[in-house]
Every structure is written in structure tokens, then in C-alpha cells.
């Protein structure tokens, strides 16, 4: 091997050994913030909608992205019980990390808390939408559909501070990590900086 070799095959350790410790951190933040959500807590009021968003801006495999917020959610579910519209809320899920996917390239605050507030956004209407039409406690009628979204308000409230706050300790924890050990950026992120 010459010295190009030699030098080429160094770096790629060094950039496999960088990507590792880089997923390392990630899943360490998602494991510490996904326990808060067996702590008592106000409905709604879970990290598990952040998680999402981390997932799908942080981890670069797409099916991991995908995997581990219904993993975390499902082990999450085996402790506090199934209910009926689980589907929906696993779907609406995956709509944050598809959201998340937006962060990829650029993570400021405000796009963080924009995505935030889009998976709380699109979380309230789609779950609640579905305790409308699965339900008995409407008519299924557009003041019906209303009086569901109203009585829902509180519980939106729980979920839109939840996401934000959960989601600036996900994505501020690691821009720390990342301002103190610069080898866990990714290598376009390490030449622009």
C-alpha cells in the first residue's frame, strides 16, 4: 500500500469511528428524552412527537428514522396500555418524522420550532379527526367535527409545549455536543465550519 492508501483508508477508519460515536450521542438523547414519557405526566403532554422530528433530522438510515419512534412508542405502549385508535397515532408519528426530513440540511431554532409546531399541528388533526369518525361522542356532521376539534384545545396546548420543549432538548443538546466535540458533525458540516 503507498501512502495515499495508507492515508485514504486512515481516514475512512477515522470517519467510520466519527459516525459511530455521532449515532452513539443521538441515541443516548433519544433513550434518556423517550423514559420521560413513563414519568407522570399531563395527556398528551409526551416526547414522543420530538422523537419523531430527531429521528427523521438526525439518523441517516430512513428506516431507522421510521423504526425507532414506533419502537419507542409501542415498548412505551406495552407499559401503559393499547387503545383503539393506535394506528392513527402511529401514522400521525410518521408524518413527524417525514417533517423531521426537513431538518436534515439546515437545523436553526426557528425551523426547529416550525417542525414543531407542524407535528403538533398535523398530530391534533389527523388523531382527533379520527375520534370523530371512530367515535360515538359526535355527529359525524361539521359542527360535530368542530365541537371535537374544541374540546380538544386543551390537550393541543400539552402536546404543541411538549413537542417544543422536548424537541429545543433534543436538537439543543446536540448542537452542544456538537459545538464541544466538532467530530460528531457530519463532513460537509465539519468543511463549512
Given at each position: 500500500?503507498?501512502?495515499?492508501?495508507?492515508?485514504?483508508?486512515?481516514?475512512?477508519?477515522?470517519?467510520?469511528?466519527?459516525?459511530?460515536?455521532?449515532?452513539?450521542?443521538?441515541?443516548?438523547?433519544?433513550?434518556?428524552?423517550?423514559?420521560?414519557?413513563?414519568?407522570?405526566?399531563?395527556?398528551?403532554?409526551?416526547?414522543?412527537?420530538?422523537?419523531?422530528?430527531?429521528?427523521?433530522?438526525?439518523?441517516?438510515?430512513?428506516?431507522?428514522a421510521?423504526?425507532?419512534?414506533?419502537?419507542?412508542?409501542?415498548?412505551?405502549d406495552?407499559?401503559?396500555?393499547?387503545?383503539?385508535?393506535?394506528?392513527?397515532?402511529y401514522?400521525?408519528?410518521l408524518?413527524?418524522?417525514?417533517?423531521?426530513?426537513?431538518?436534515?440540511?439546515?437545523?436553526?431554532?426557528?425551523?426547529?420550532?416550525?417542525?414543531?409546531?407542524?407535528?403538533?399541528?398535523?398530530?391534533?388533526?389527523?388523531?382527533?379527526?379520527?375520534?370523530?369518525?371512530?367515535?360515538?361522542?359526535?355527529?359525524?356532521?361539521?359542527?360535530?367535527?368542530?365541537?371535537?376539534y374544541?374540546?380538544?384545545?386543551?390537550?393541543?396546548?400539552?402536546?404543541?409545549?411538549?413537542?417544543?420543549?422536548?424537541?429545543?432538548i433534543?436538537?439543543?443538546?446536540f448542537a452542544?455536543?456538537?459545538?464541544?466535540?466538532?467530530?460528531?458533525?457530519?463532513?460537509?458540516?465539519?468543511?463549512s465550519?
Amino acid at each position: 500500500m503507498n501512502t495515499q492508501e495508507t492515508q485514504a483508508a486512515q481516514e475512512t477508519k477515522e470517519t467510520q469511528a466519527n459516525n459511530a460515536l455521532r449515532l452513539a450521542v443521538i441515541l443516548l438523547l433519544i433513550a434518556a428524552v423517550a423514559s420521560l414519557r413513563l414519568l407522570p405526566h399531563p395527556w398528551n403532554f409526551t416526547p414522543i412527537g420530538a422523537l419523531a422530528l430527531f429521528g427523521g433530522a438526525m439518523l441517516r438510515d430512513k428506516r431507522a428514522a421510521f423504526l425507532l419512534p414506533l419502537a419507542l412508542l409501542f415498548a412505551g405502549d406495552l407499559v401503559l396500555g393499547f387503545y383503539r385508535l393506535m394506528p392513527i397515532v402511529y401514522a400521525s408519528f410518521l408524518v413527524s418524522v417525514l417533517i423531521g426530513f426537513l431538518l436534515r440540511e439546515r437545523r436553526t431554532a426557528p425551523r426547529v420550532a416550525g417542525a414543531a409546531l407542524l407535528g403538533s399541528v398535523q398530530f391534533y388533526l389527523l388523531t382527533n379527526f379520527a375520534v370523530w369518525a371512530a367515535g360515538n361522542l359526535y355527529p359525524r356532521t361539521a359542527p360535530g367535527l368542530a365541537a371535537c376539534y374544541a374540546a380538544a384545545l386543551p390537550f393541543f396546548r400539552n402536546t404543541l409545549a411538549s413537542d417544543l420543549l422536548c424537541a429545543a432538548i433534543l436538537f439543543g443538546s446536540f448542537a452542544l455536543a456538537e459545538h464541544f466535540m466538532p467530530v460528531l458533525r457530519l463532513p460537509a458540516q465539519q468543511q463549512s465550519s
